[in-house]
């Protein structure tokens, strides 16, 4: 079984339509990450929670919410969603190594959200 | 000016080429580096951490400049299943946790 899952993993939806997509983990990591990912622009951070009460604004969050429920799962809501929102979706999880900056970040396999 | 830069290629070799990518960064409190390979429609997964003295795994190489803010990946023998996108990700701490991926370089290698 995959480490880093997400749901759904393709969804199609209506401007002005409340989407939630999930994210859960089993590698037991205290951090957990939302990216989205644009044709020609990388990934770019929306959220980020570093334990369970502790969360974070990234890059681009307008636009997004989040939930932390368990150290184990994180969700990312879109409260109306609107076309510029279409991208693809990834969650990633990491565990920072004693003693260092570095922090390996596991991605689950994407979520591709339509908004028509 | 991105906050992380890199060539988008793509770069098109043979098998057995050496080929190097570099990727430059803006934040000189920048901390922490790696390159990651995504394979299309697929996530990202880590290649390499990038360490101040360089560091090797097998056929690839990562260097970090701290002077001029770059780094780099080099590639050699190349094989067809290296063809991917490769990522130049970028971290820091100061004033709160920041990371930033380069839009990546596409390589293609052909038999």
């Known amino acids: 079984d995959a480490d880093v899952t997400q749901t759904p993993r393709n969804r199609i939806t209506k401007t002005g339509k409340r989407i939630m997509l999930e994210c859960s983990q089993t590698?037991?990591?205290?951090?957990m990450y939302w990216y989205r990912q644009d044709p020609g622009l990388g990934l770019r951070l929306i959220y980020y929670?570093?334990?369970?009460?502790?969360?974070n604004k990234g890059e681009i969050s307008d636009g997004y919410s989040v939930s932390r429920q368990a150290q184990a799962k994180f969700s990312l809501s879109l409260e109306s969603a609107i076309p510029n929102q279409t991208a693809l979706y990834f969650c990633?999880?990491?565990?920072?190594?004693?003693?260092?900056?570095?922090?390996?970040?596991?991605f689950g396999p994407g979520t591709r959200l339509t908004v028509l | 000016r991105k906050e992380v830069e890199q060539d988008p290629g793509p770069f098109n070799v043979p098998e057995g080429a050496t080929v190097a990518f570099n990727c430059t960064y803006s934040?000189?409190?920048?901390?922490?580096f790696f390159w990651y390979r995504q394979d299309c429609r697929k996530e990202p997964k880590l290649l390499m951490s990038?360490?101040?003295s360089g560091n090797e795994d097998g056929r690839f190489t990562a260097q970090l400049n701290r002077a001029s803010q770059y780094i780099s990946l080099l590639i050699r023998d190349s094989k067809l299943s290296d063809s991917a996108t490769y990522l130049c990700?970028?971290?820091?701490?100061?004033?709160?946790?920041?990371?930033?991926f380069g839009a990546g370089t596409r390589l293609f290698v052909k038999a």
């Open positions: 934040n000189s409190a920048s901390q922490s």
């Open positions: 590698k037991g990591h205290d951090r």
């Open positions: 990633a999880t990491s565990d920072l190594q004693a003693g260092t900056s570095y922090n390996e970040q596991f």
């Open positions: 990700v970028v971290n820091s701490y100061t004033g709160g946790f920041k990371t930033i």
């Open positions: 990038v360490y101040s």
């Open positions: 929670s570093f334990d369970v009460k502790d969360i």
